[in-house]
């Protein structure tokens, strides 16, 4: 059974620093492809960040490009996203997903696993 267990959120001002972590379990994790989504309060859920298998591929979404790093490590099984520099429209539900497709871009339907999510709220 494959889980998704995302952590590392909580509340920052703005211009702070957060790190979220994401492990799966029950997959070949050096197999998928990860990803961070977001969604907000009556908002859409969006592609943030994403990580090809071996990390030779990243796509950002341009609201973040400079400010968020994603990143893996294979031998834990986890994924993280770096969010520096944050923002009040940054705050939203972030959720860590694990895909076996890729096509250079952060869309949903390439993502078949998802975690439950971990809240980050920025303050102004």
């Known amino acids: 059974q494959v889980q998704v267990v995302e952590s590392g959120g909580g509340l920052v001002q703005a211009g702070g620093s957060l790190r979220l972590s994401c492990t799966a379990s029950?997959?070949?994790?050096?197999?998928?492809?990860m990803g961070w989504f977001r969604q907000a309060p009556g908002k859409e859920r969006e592609g943030v960040s994403c990580?090809?298998?071996?990390?030779?591929?990243?796509y950002y979404a341009d609201s973040v490009k400079g400010r968020f790093t994603i990143s893996r490590d294979d031998a834990k099984n986890t994924v993280y996203l770096q969010m520096n520099g944050l923002k009040a429209e940054d705050t939203a539900m972030y959720y860590c997903?694990?895909?076996?497709?890729?096509?250079?871009?952060?869309?949903?339907?390439?993502?078949?696993?998802w975690g439950q999510g971990t809240q980050v709220t920025v303050s102004s």
């Open positions: 997903a694990a895909g076996v497709a890729w096509d250079g871009f952060c869309r949903r339907d390439n993502f078949h696993f």
């Open positions: 990580l090809k298998w071996h990390a030779d591929r990243t």
């Open positions: 029950g997959l070949t994790f050096a197999d998928y492809a």
